[in-house]
Structures are given as structure tokens and as C-alpha cells.
């Protein structure tokens, strides 16, 4: 395949960096990689990993003569990260970002952005709970879709980032900003934090020893501690910078929870039962539509031997 961007700046060597640029290899769509995380230790780790072709110290470094700089951090370090590195972009460079949130990453980093360069925010919807440049794979994006929320942007530069994520696997979508940040507060955040408090329950429910919870933990809870396992960092910025579309899906998912137990307390099986095909039907929809290893971003199983 051809190259699409001479040289792209990775900053931040998580999960989605390093898939990106085992990706991007696979592809052979980038001339040079060169990649920067905030600690000496990952960088350490990037570097013997060899997934980069050259691992800078800072932001600035990495992001000199970009053709396109990728933020692969959490939502809530976008900000400074695009204020840093403003003074050294290139003119007609295109800055993007993979962060989950797209109503707050577009504010807090579209002013730092210079006249002359182009920012097309993304949101690859793949994952796994493991993070760190180890959890890596060329395969995290096959198939899965990332959303491209162009705003404003110079359609040329969209359509060259949409080539980019095409040639790492993924299907693509456009997207309005609020209606991004409300599809996945239901596809994505909602059941994070479903997981993350199903886990809790578990844990404060002492009568239900750990032995017990462990032991017996068949599909549901066992899914619910591997997504609750997801990176703490990333997963608070989230919810603190999609506050008003997670709490609208909230409420609503607490309304529904309350006409389920009213079911339960009142016998009404054929409530129950109504429900619960249709929402098998949902199911074999997502199955059909190709999605089935799990929900966009609700943490894909962890390859053997992917993980940190
Ligand atoms: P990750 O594996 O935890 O990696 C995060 C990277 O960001 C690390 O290199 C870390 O540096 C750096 N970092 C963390 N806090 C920072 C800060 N305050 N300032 C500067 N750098 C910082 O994360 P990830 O899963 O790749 O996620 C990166 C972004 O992708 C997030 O915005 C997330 O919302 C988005 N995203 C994640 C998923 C997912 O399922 N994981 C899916 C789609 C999109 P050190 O290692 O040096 O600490």
C-alpha cells in the first residue's frame, strides 16, 4: 500500500499507539514512526519494542515535522499536550486524536491549533482492558469502526485520515460532535461503568466470599471484572468530560432498572420475558452486523499473551 503520511508522530504509547503503529507497519502506510510517551519507562518499553522508528524525551520532539500527530492519551492530558506542542507544528500538518470524548477533546485542544494546520478528531471504537505499550496488536482495529468527527475541517484532510484508518482495517463513519459523545455514552461508557459497579456489589456483598465470586464467576461476572479491569486514568476523564451524555443514558438506564424490578417484585413474567427477547433480537443484530466479539469499546477479549 502506499504511503499516506511521510511521517506520523504517535504522542503517548498506550493500548491505541502501539496497535496503531503495529497497524500502520502491517500497512506500510507511514513512512517514519516516531513515538513519545510522558514516562522514561514506557518510552524505555517502546523503544525495545521496536514498534516506533525512533522514541523521543518529549511531545515537541516527536511532533517537529509531523505530517500527522496522533494525542493517544487520556481525554483529560489533550489540553496541555496540544498547547505544548502548537509552536513546532507543521504547516499543513493534520493533528487528530483517538480519545474516547469528542465534545471536550475539540475544546480543549482546537484553540492551541495554528492557523495552517489541520485538526480532524477520531475515535477508534476498539479496545481491550489492558493498557500500556506492550498490549499492542496490528489486528486491534480490523473490522471496527472509528468515528471522524471533521467539525470544521479542510475536506482533503478528513479524507486523508479516513485513507489512513481504512488501511489500518477499520470502517469508518462522520459524525456530529454531540451525537458521537451520546452514541457512546450507550455503547461504550454506560456499560463501563455498569461493569465497574456490578464489580463493586460483588466486592461490598461480604455474605458472597472472593473464593466464591472467583470460582463460580461464569460468563457475566467474569466478563463484568475483565472490563472493570480497564484503565483508571482513561475511564475517570471519560465520565468527567462526558458528564451530561453519561448522565442523560443514566437516568434513563436507572428508569428501565426500576420497571425491571417492579417486574420481578409483581411476577410479571411475560414483562420479563418480552424484554429479554427483545433484547436477544438486539443481539443477533450486532452478530449479523459483524460487531459480535463485543461491544465497540466495552473491551474486546485480551489476546494470549497481549497483555502487561
Ligand atoms: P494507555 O494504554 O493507558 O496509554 C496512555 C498513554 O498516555 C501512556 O503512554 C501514558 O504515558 C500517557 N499518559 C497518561 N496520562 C498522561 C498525562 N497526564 N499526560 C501525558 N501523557 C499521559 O491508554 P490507551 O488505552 O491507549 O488510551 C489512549 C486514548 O485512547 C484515551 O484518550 C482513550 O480515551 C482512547 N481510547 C481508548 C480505548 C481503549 O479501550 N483503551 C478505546 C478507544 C479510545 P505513560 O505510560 O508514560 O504513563
Redesign the pocket.
Known amino acids: 500500500m502506499a504511503v499516506i503520511y511521510d511521517r506520523v508522530a504517535l504522542i503517548?504509547?498506550?493500548?491505541?499507539?502501539s496497535s496503531m503503529a503495529h497497524a500502520m507497519r502491517r500497512a506500510g502506510v507511514a513512512g517514519q514512526i516516531v513515538g513519545t510517551?510522558?514516562?522514561a519507562?514506557?518510552r524505555a518499553v517502546a523503544a525495545e519494542l521496536g514498534f516506533c522508528d525512533r522514541v523521543v524525551e518529549t511531545a515537541s520532539a516527536a511532533a517537529e515535522g509531523a505530517d500527522l500527530v496522533v494525542l493517544?492519551?487520556?481525554?483529560?492530558?489533550m489540553g496541555?499536550?496540544a498547547r505544548d506542542i502548537a509552536p513546532v507544528l507543521k504547516p499543513g500538518a493534520t493533528v487528530t486524536d483517538?480519545?474516547?470524548v469528542k465534545r471536550a477533546v475539540i475544546e480543549a485542544v482546537a484553540p492551541h491549533i495554528p492557523v495552517g494546520v489541520h485538526f480532524v478528531p477520531a475515535?477508534?471504537?476498539?479496545?481491550?482492558e489492558q493498557?500500556?505499550?506492550r498490549?499492542g496488536f496490528a489486528e486491534l482495529f480490523d473490522n471496527r469502526w472509528t468515528l471522524i468527527v471533521p467539525e470544521a475541517a479542510e475536506a482533503a484532510a478528513v479524507d486523508r485520515l479516513e485513507a489512513l484508518w481504512h488501511a489500518l482495517g477499520a470502517h469508518t463513519e462522520r459524525m456530529e460532535v454531540e451525537h458521537h459523545d451520546l452514541v457512546c455514552a450507550i455503547v461504550s461508557h454506560i456499560p463501563h461503568l455498569i461493569a465497574y459497579t456490578m464489580v463493586g456489589v460483588a466486592d461490598d456483598f461480604r455474605r458472597v466470599s472472593e473464593q466464591e465470586v472467583v470460582k463460580f464467576s461464569a460468563g457475566g461476572f467474569r466478563d463484568f471484572t475483565r472490563i472493570a479491569a480497564?484503565?483508571p486514568?482513561?475511564w475517570r476523564?471519560?465520565f468527567l468530560t462526558n458528564k451530561e451524555a453519561t448522565l442523560e443514558i443514566l437516568g434513563r438506564f436507572t428508569e428501565e432498572l426500576f420497571v425491571l424490578q417492579r417486574a420481578i417484585r409483581q411476577g410479571d413474567g411475560d414483562h420479563l420475558f418480552d424484554y429479554f427477547t427483545h433484547t436477544r433480537a438486539i443481539r443477533r443484530g450486532i452478530i449479523e452486523a459483524g460487531q459480535d466479539t463485543d461491544a465497540p469499546?466495552f473491551?474486546r477479549s485480551t489476546k494470549p499473551g497481549s497483555g502487561r
Open positions: 503517548g504509547l498506550g493500548l491505541i499507539a510517551a510522558r514516562s519507562e514506557t493517544c492519551v487520556p481525554v483529560g492530558a496541555a499536550l483517538v480519545g474516547s475515535h477508534p471504537m476498539a479496545g481491550t493498557s500500556g505499550p498490549s480497564s484503565d486514568s482513561m476523564d471519560v469499546d473491551g
